[in-house]
């Protein structure tokens, strides 16, 4: 059973920044995309970018592209997600995820919620104005 646990996240004032980690069990992000996800309360969970597997290309959201950033550790089967310069329209919880299928070449395919499999416990984040 592939097992992602999150850490980070907290209480940051408006332009600060946060890094986000989600650690699996198993190296699954060498084979599976990551992504990243946030649901802000009384509201739906939205994409926030994704990681393809083969070459570490991402994608991020209109709204974060600029100011977040994903990264991964293949030796510690470890993705992050960077946030500077936040907003307080960022406050949300953070969820990571590892995607049911391959490579695509198109990555919209990542934006997908339905499409990933198994996903973190998630981390609130709270950006203060």
């Known amino acids: 059973q592939v097992q992602l646990v999150q850490s980070g996240g907290g209480l940051v004032q408006a332009g600060g920044s946060l890094q986000l980690s989600c650690a699996a069990n198993?190296?699954?992000?060498?084979?599976?995309?990551a992504g990243w996800f946030r649901q802000a309360a009384g509201q739906g969970r939205e994409f926030v970018g994704a990681m393809r597997p083969s070459d570490g290309a991402t994608q991020l959201e209109g709204s974060v592209d600029g100011r977040f950033t994903i990264s991964r550790d293949n030796a510690k089967n470890t993705v992050y997600l960077q946030m500077d310069s936040l907003k307080p329209e960022d406050t949300a919880v953070y969820y990571c995820a590892s995607h049911r299928g391959g490579e695509y070449s198109n990555m919209d395919y990542y934006s997908l919620t339905h499409a990933y499999q198994f996903w973190g416990q998630g981390a609130q984040v709270t950006v203060s104005s």
């Open positions: 198993i190296p699954i992000f060498s084979n599976h995309a």
